[in-house]
């Protein structure tokens, strides 16, 4: 297989990727502050997060120092990350296969760095016996997000395709998104089979990309399974699947977010109220010129069409 | 039978209900209540309502929404539709929620582990309408097919068909009040997403551009509010008068001298009830008046409207009159130049003006707010009045409000009031911040057109039916009295009328009420009880 495409492949599957994932994360982050939503239990409010409780409970709480805990909400995601715990609370049924699938992805993230770890070896020289660790490690790490990760997706599809409570919310998508998950790790099972000193190839390979020189063969099995990697990075911040963004902003920034006002805030949300509304009920009018300030100190009457 | 729903079936056969429900169908109940035959079920709408009104959901009509009566008027609603959307999903007209509204839509993958915390949806038997995803995804699909660039060829490649006609969008809008926005989903989502927002951010879209809201929401609610300074239609000269008859009657019933203060500048506290309490539960504002004066607090309460009543129904449906009431409850604050707001015995009250509106009061009218359960706390525990809690002899349970406790984080200093004054204490399962919606929330407790209120206490309301049962399952009988207590004026109203539905009153011997009544019920200077059995 030519080496030469799959590297221009990569190339333009991590720089699509890389693009359209940091747009869509600026993209988030740039949204407006919002009010405050917040819901318990929120981890970072010490000493009080085990049940739930925030600094509110205080009595005059604004007077209060507000001890906040970034341990507790670290091993709150942690738990949800590697465990995913709210699945296994709420959803026993789906739990098995999204654990094996998400800790599937988890080992071959973790594979795919060693591999580049032995492709900067290889470049530098390194002794021989870091080296071997670190393809021994690599490769344990490649069969287990294999195993893992095919028998998760394959698990999802199929759970997805006969269970009546998911089957209504399935879109052709849902079905794409699995079938690529498959194959990715389908075909990392098959090569990794096919392909004698697995890790070393791709430690190979991982070298050509960092120093642009293409190797002159791959194995056609290892070159099928890049490629579909690479198709599926270049898909993957199209979908909903970059779930691992947003979550930082569902949780942080909205469940989390107890934050009081602040002066920058303040300042912000003038702003913000200074904005022309458009709502066109009876009772807001919005013309496209009042701003919220306007609209929420103006005395109204109702001319709402009464109902029956 | 339950039918399986797909999505697409919001928008087929305008004038048939999508689903029906059955009593069979619903969650179990047990003894006495565990007869189906027995339950009271729910009132049919009948063929003049049929004609009159949109009826085209699941057979319960909690809106009255009235026939289009030409297709150009259909038409017209829809293209409303189609423009609040765009503006639910603009910076400009949707900052206050645009970020959690938008997480929620991209970023749902459809696993359904949410559906099993959801009270409605388990009290129905599991019925797929009440799915907290089944309103968020029909909504999420006529926004990616209806805004989004290629958005109809997208939704047919991608098998996500959908149609926007009349019939979505007025199914949508009932569909939108089946739904208590107690945030359990959202709980139990990994995602982080909030079926309970998608919820209120449509019924924002309805209210704000098409001018659909629920009569009890919003003409009896915030505009009578706005307008009149209650939503109860009490005045400030009849809201006055009435405290005074409470203090009056209260003064004779305990011997205490009460007196309510009003409009004392440079109080240290400004009180706001629910004003519901004043006209319903007179001994809630009556023990708070007792309770505050024997503690020689600096407090008063506020004529000047519609600071009596700390009812902010926009929470529930409206961002600008969620505005309106909330900028006007910190004026009269500023005006009296209090240190603090304290919020009654309201759960939405709390949300409202304590952390809702902490971005919208700005500079100076962002006057510090504190919830009545940790203010009760501190008095309870500050030694200025003495208590005996052996008064207080009898099973009680607590209620969590969700707005209170799932939402603000408020857990612990109502528990250590009643674990301090109340020997025979008990919870429910789950409770705390994992506790279940009254099926009451988000407006619903005031909502009794048609055959709603059936459905809101049969359905809505039967899981909490259930764990009160069960936290008094020791002693089931009438002979025990025992004392549900429920710190929030909505809740109250729901679990009046679940126990009224199923005459627990006499079957069980549950009564309920707040929690400032248990604290002056166990005064030690007070020599009749306060509590009332016989009520």
């Known amino acids: ?308 | 039978m339950k039918k399986s729903l797909k999505i697409k079936d919001i928008s087929l056969n305008g004038d048939a209900p999508i689903t029906e429900l059955n009593l069979d169908d619903l969650l179990p109940l047990p003894p006495p209540y565990d007869k189906i035959e027995e339950q009271p079920g729910w009132k049919r709408i009948t063929e003049e309502q049929k004609g009159r009104i949109v009826c085209n959901l699941d057979g319960v009509v909690g809106l009255s929404l009235p026939r289009p009566e030409t297709p150009e008027e259909e038409k017209k609603y829809v293209d409303l539709f189609v423009t609040g959307m765009q503006k639910l999903l603009s910076r400009e007209n949707n900052w206050t929620f645009l970020q959690p509204l938008l997480l929620s839509l991209e970023y749902c993958a459809k696993c359904q582990t949410c559906s099993d915390s959801c009270p409605v949806y388990e009290a129905s038997g599991k019925n797929d309408l009440y799915r907290p995803t089944y309103r968020s995804e029909v909504f999420r699909r006529l926004a990616n097919k209806y805004l989004k660039p290629g958005g109809k060829l997208l939704a047919k490649l991608n098998n996500e068909e959908i149609e926007l006609n009349w019939t979505t969008i007025s199914r949508l809008y009932e569909l939108a009040y089946r739904c208590t926005m107690c945030r359990r989903c959202a709980q139990a989502c990994p995602m982080g997403v909030d079926n309970g927002l998608i919820t209120h951010e449509l019924r924002k879209l309805f209210s704000q551009e098409l001018g659909w809201a629920p009569r009890e929401l919003h003409e009896k609610g915030t505009m009578l509010q706005l307008k009149v300074g209650s939503s109860t239609g009490m005045s400030p000269k009849v809201v006055k008068d009435n405290m005074e008859f409470i203090d009056e009657d209260y003064s004779e019933l305990t011997g205490f001298d009460v007196v309510t203060p009003w409009d004392r500048k440079d109080a240290d506290v400004l009180l706001i009830h629910n004003a519901g309490e004043i006209l319903s539960w007179p001994e809630n504002p009556a023990a708070f008046t007792i309770l505050l004066n024997a503690a020689g607090i600096s407090w008063t309460l506020a004529s000047d409207d519609p600071a009596y009543d700390g009812v902010n129904y926009g929470l529930f449906y409206d961002d600008v009159q969620l505005a309106r009431i909330a900028l006007k409850h910190a004026e009269v604050a500023k005006k009296l130049n209090v240190k603090k707001i304290v919020m009654g015995e309201c759960g939405h009250q709390h949300k409202a003006l304590m952390t809702i509106a902490d971005r919208i009061l700005l500079g100076d009218m962002n006057i510090p707010r504190e919830s009545s359960m940790t203010f009760l706390e501190n008095l309870v525990f500050s030694g200025k009045i003495k208590f005996d809690p052996s008064k207080n002899d009898f099973p009680v349970t607590l209620h969590d409000p969700c707005n209170i406790v799932r939402n603000l984080g408020i857990v612990e200093p109502q528990r250590r009031i009643l674990r301090y004054l109340c020997p025979q204490f008990r919870e429910m399962t789950p409770h705390g911040v994992d506790n279940y919606c009254c099926g009451g929330g988000s407006g619903f407790a005031v909502m009794s057109q048609n055959n709603f209120k059936d459905w809101r206490v049969a359905v809505a309301g039967r899981k909490k039916f259930k764990q009160i049962l069960d936290a008094f399952a020791d002693q089931p009988g009438p002979e025990v009295k025992k004392y549900l207590c429920a710190p929030c004026s909505n809740c109250k109203g729901q679990i009046r009328d679940i126990l009224d539905y199923y005459g627990a009153p006499l079957k069980s011997g549950i009564i309920y009420g707040g929690l400032v009544e248990l604290i002056v019920n166990a005064m030690t200077d007070l020599k009749e009880p306060f509590i009332k059995w016989e009520e």
């Open chain 1, 1 to 308: 297989m030519s080496a030469l495409v799959l590297m221009i492949c990569a190339y333009a599957a991590i720089v699509i990727s890389t693009v359209v994932l940091a747009f869509r994360t600026v993209k988030i982050a740039q949204m407006p502050v919002h009010l405050r939503w917040e819901l318990a239990p929120v981890p970072h409010e010490k000493g009080k997060s085990a049940y739930g409780g925030s600094y509110l409970e205080e009595y005059e709480w604004w007077t209060r120092d507000h001890e906040s805990s970034i341990m507790n909400e670290v091993i709150y995601m942690a738990k949800e990350i590697f465990l995913l715990k709210g699945v296994w609370e709420n959803n026993r049924g789906l739990w098995p296969f999204t654990f094996l699938f998400h800790n599937g992805i988890y080992l071959l993230a973790a594979a795919a760095a060693l591999v580049f770890v032995s492709a900067i070896m290889l470049i530098s020289s390194s002794p021989l016996s870091p080296l071997d660790l670190t393809l021994d490690l690599a490769t344990i790490l490649l069969i287990a997000a294999y195993l893992l990760g095919t028998a998760g997706s394959f698990g999802l599809l199929i759970k997805r395709y006969m269970d009546p409570n998911l089957k209504p919310f399935n879109s052709t998508s849902t079905y794409l998104n699995l079938v690529l998950l498959v194959l990715v790790f389908g075909s990392g099972l098959y090569a990794f089979f096919s392909t004698s000193d697995y890790s070393l190839e791709l430690g190979y390979f991982a070298r050509s990309l960092i120093t642009f020189s293409p190797q002159s063969y791959i194995s056609v099995p290892m070159g099928t399974h890049i490629l579909i990697v690479l198709i599926f990075l270049t898909y993957l911040p199209f979908t909903y699947m970059i779930h691992f963004v947003a979550k930082y902003f569902t949780y942080h920034e909205v469940r989390w977010n107890d934050r009081p006002q602040t002066e920058k805030m303040t300042r912000k949300l003038n702003d913000l109220l200074a904005q022309p509304v458009s709502w066109s009920a009876p009772h807001v009018k919005g013309d496209g010129k009042k701003n919220w300030v306007d609209m929420a100190t103006e005395e109204m009457k109702d001319e709402k069409k009464p109902e029956n």
